[in-house]
């Protein structure tokens, strides 16, 4: 009488098990017309034209999804978003110290989008800030599922293509 409910578990265990494989769900990567925008209106430095224009500077932002470990970088130039999944990451604006200012700094202002709870065409805004290469602590993107960091600025400088490189260190 004892091993009738053990069978029973071990029958329903079973009964549940199938050779039978999923589809993988289908990654949305369109953004909603909602949250869509013009690029930010481009401002230039009165101060000096130094540098790449801003309309010309490429960024390189890490995304992890930690749910299932997933990492990736996304490439954007301001004004520029890019949906993966249930996140879009606009960028508006990067930076970079010259190569001659010290201490050397990259950063980017970034805004970080992700869809709410069971509404994918609806999204609500969880990051909009600076992000810090050499100070990720300064301002952390705090989501329980993604992570953003700025990887790099690629921008270039008067005379720096021109500067000798650094002997490599052995």
Not at 32 to 40: F, I, L, M, N
Not at 48 to 59: D, H, L, N, S, Y
Not at 86 to 99: F, S, Y
């Amino acid at each position: 009488m004892r091993g009738v409910p053990a069978l029973l578990t071990a029958l329903a265990l079973l009964a549940g098990c199938n050779d039978e494989q999923r589809e993988p769900d289908v990654m949305r990567t369109e953004i909603p017309e909602s949250v869509k925008q013009d690029a930010a209106p481009i401002i230039p430095a009165e101060e000096a034209g130094i540098g790449t224009p801003m309309e010309e500077r490429v960024a390189t932002i890490g995304l992890l999804n930690k749910r299932n470990n997933v990492s990736q970088d996304l490439t954007l130039k301001p004004g520029e978003s890019e949906r993966v999944g249930d996140v879009i990451v606009r960028l508006q604006a990067c930076e970079r110290t010259a190569p001659w200012e010290m201490p050397k700094e990259t950063g980017a202002f970034v805004q970080v989008l992700v869809a709410q709870r069971g509404d994918a065409e609806n999204f609500a805004k969880v990051f909009s800030g600076w992000l810090f290469k050499n100070s990720p602590s300064l301002n952390v993107v705090e989501h329980p599922i993604y992570d953003v960091w700025i990887k790099e600025c690629a921008m270039t400088f008067p005379g720096e293509e021109d500067a000798p490189k650094a002997p490599a260190s052995e």
